[in-house]
């Protein structure tokens, strides 16, 4: 932006700007997140970071205000039509619907689109090969999909992200939501797949 900027590396600007200007960073520094890293806030170099915030009672920003609640099972749960449950997240390398992030090949290159990650028993029961495409469907509409058979997800699981609008896990989610927290249902409600070959 026509700034001459003096910095010459991400160390440099951590160091002697970032860890300066921010209270909680001020004792994190390049060398000392070599290794396993440091959980901020850190507020001096000798201070060993914070593994848990919130503990003991005592809150960084004021009291909290904690309720214990009953769990709630989701509204919709697999059935003999729709017997597998579909949970929602985010992928490492995009962010939300990749308004930014999909403008970046190079983001684009290590992951360039949704795939309904499940496990190596139910890939065998329904006879799909990794990498084929299926269809996954819940009441509420369908996304044709490339298949991942991993070890990272149980048998019964269906796991997808939401960014790729042409395969986006919430076309399917259901749209309930929760009673205490008014919060959407969004990482559980039951789903079919079925193999397009």
């Known amino acids: 932006m ?3 900027w003096k910095s010459d590396s991400a160390q440099e600007i951590w160091d002697n700007e970032v860890s300066i200007l921010a209270p909680q960073l001020v004792g994190i520094k390049y ?6 890293g440091l959980q ?11 593994a848990t915030l919130h503990k003991d009672g005592c809150f960084t920003c004021g009291l909290g205000v904690l309720k214990p609640i009953d ?3 989701p509204v919709e749960v697999p059935d003999k039509e729709y017997p597998f ?21 190079s983001i684009n290159d290590l992951l360039s689109e949704e ?6 028993a139910d890939a065998e029961e ?12 819940s009441r509420r509409g369908e996304v044709v999909v490339k298949v991942r058979v991993t070890k990272e997800v149980p048998q019964g699981l269906v796991w997808m992200a939401f960014h790729f609008p042409e395969a986006c896990a919430n076309w399917l989610t259901n749209p309930v939501y929760d009673p205490i927290t008014q919060t959407a249902e969004y990482k559980a409600c039951a789903v079919r797949i079925d193999n397009l070959k």
Request: proline fraction near 5%.
């Open 71 to 73: 769990c709630i099972p």
């Open 115 to 120: 795939t309904a990650d499940i496990s190596a």
């Open 2 to 4: 026509g700034h001459k």
């Open 85 to 105: 449950v579909l949970s929602t997240g985010r992928r490492l390398y995009h962010y939300h619907t990749r308004t930014q992030t999909g403008r970046s090949q």
């Open 40 to 50: 901020w806030p850190a507020l001096s170099e000798d201070h060993p970071g914070t």
């Open 31 to 36: 060398r000392r997140i070599e290794g396993d």
């Open 126 to 137: 329904k006879g799909i090969a990794d990498g084929e495409m299926i269809s996954v469907k």
